[in-house]
């Protein structure tokens, strides 16, 4: 770590691995006039003022080959299809130039961003790109074609679309039914027309089927996954094309649905689509957050911590500032006793989680110091625990990091 700071009207440099300064440790000076560099001990510099120039501790690590043990797990759970892995929302947070590397074995990669659809195949990627959300313009049509990109079609203004422009080359085109979940797609009585529509089409050359579950990972709550199929079965009595089905929980939890290719999202990173854990799933953490304790105190009884003075100790405590608040993306809403990892020990979060920084109990840990390090989520802390405690899902903790957070990525 680099530091510099004032040493009589001059600068001074150091090189350092960690943030403590050791004793008789040496400072390359330059002095203001010769620009000349000496080497001085620290035991003679009776004046310094000390500015860290290297990054925040704060860093998000995407586990590569968790990843790639995730979509072998969906792959052997539905063995038959093939696996169209989503990558949406920067890979769910975790780095498009990641995911291609990690997915390599997939069939196909879906997402719904066009500037990122165009930047996988900068990255190399030749294998099939469907857009999950089709064109949300004439304008796009370019794209999918000069880039052989797969639309969604899932409204009938899309058909008008592809029947107004001229293609170079034909596109193959996904036809989405809406059987329950009410957000994108055709209802069933209207399948079979739109089906015919688009496959008259010289700008079409393929038709595949889709739908979405609404409850894969519930068995109690309507529309359930029986009635979705039936629906969908229904919808398309009569058209032989292929058939995409299973998203996450649906590939883990309901593998006896059968179907030409499946959709993995959030298991692919390691989150659990359900209520079991993703261990007991048999999946990988993808992203660990990870920073470390830049300052400790000391508090009293009745002493109180952060904004609000939501956390009140009621004896004397030891507490640790971690270098990481809401503007990097841990969730506001993180309640007091959130777990966190300290050195691969599991404490606590207390009080309000402020703009850089949040508070944790260090009293269980008599070792923990500044510098220690303090796992937010990912190996050894499940994202999903950490999600249930700020009222919310682990999906939304991956795809909110901030982009002020350090990457890094481990094979």
Known sequence: MWANGEYEGGLLYTMKANFDFLPGAALIATGPASGKMRIIPFHRISFLRVLFLMSRPLVAITHIAAMHANLAAARKAVPSARTWAVVKADAYGHGLGYAVRAFDAADGLSLIEFDRAARLRELGWQKPIMMMQGMYDVADIEQLVRDDLQPVIHHVDQCR?????????????????????????????????????????????????????????SEHTMPDVDAQVVAFKQAIAGIDAEISLSNSAATLLQPQIQSDWIRPGVMLYGGAPGRESAASLGLQPAMTLQSRVIATQSLRAGDSVGYGSLFMADKPMRIGIVACGYADGYPRLAST???VLVNGLRTRILGRVSMDMLTIDLSPLPNADVGSEVILWGKGLPIDEVAAHAGTIGYELMCGVAPRVRREAHD
């Open 161 to 217: 679309m592809l029947e107004t422009t001229s293609v170079q080359r034909p596109l193959a085109v996904h036809l989405k039914i809406n059987t329950g979940m009410n957000r994108l797609g055709f209802m069933p009585f209207q399948v079979s027309e739109i089906y015919q529509r688009l496959k008259s089409l010289p700008s079409v050359r393929s038709v595949s089927l889709m739908t979405h579950f609404a409850n894969a990972d």
């Open 337 to 339: 006793d959130t777990p």
